[in-house]
């Protein structure tokens, strides 16, 4: 059974960072391209940032330049690092298998995770 663990969120004060963990069982990730979106209370879930087989990284504009995305095959994990974090940010945090040319569009995602609470407040 495919199935992803997220990890690593928390409460941070604005301009602090954290670094998210996807963590993939049940197949192997080298060949799969690995999204983290987003959903915060009343909205829709977003895609925030995508990662490739070949490593090519797609982030949606208002985190370019404040996240980065990232994958280990050895471990079978992709990881989110997030700086210069905003109350905006504040969101449970998912991960899924899809296609990044379809980030902004999760319906083409699967295997969803629990998620990962991120709260950022002062």
Known sequence: QVQFVESGGGLVQPGGSLSLSCAASGFTLHR??????????????????????NFTATHKDSVKGRFAISRDNAKNTVYLQMNDLKPEDTAVYFCAAGPCTHLSSPRYFGAWGQGTQVTVSS
């Open 32 to 53: 799969a391209a690995i999204g983290w979106f987003r959903q915060a209370p009343g909205k829709e879930r977003e895609g925030v940032s995508c990662i490739s087989s």
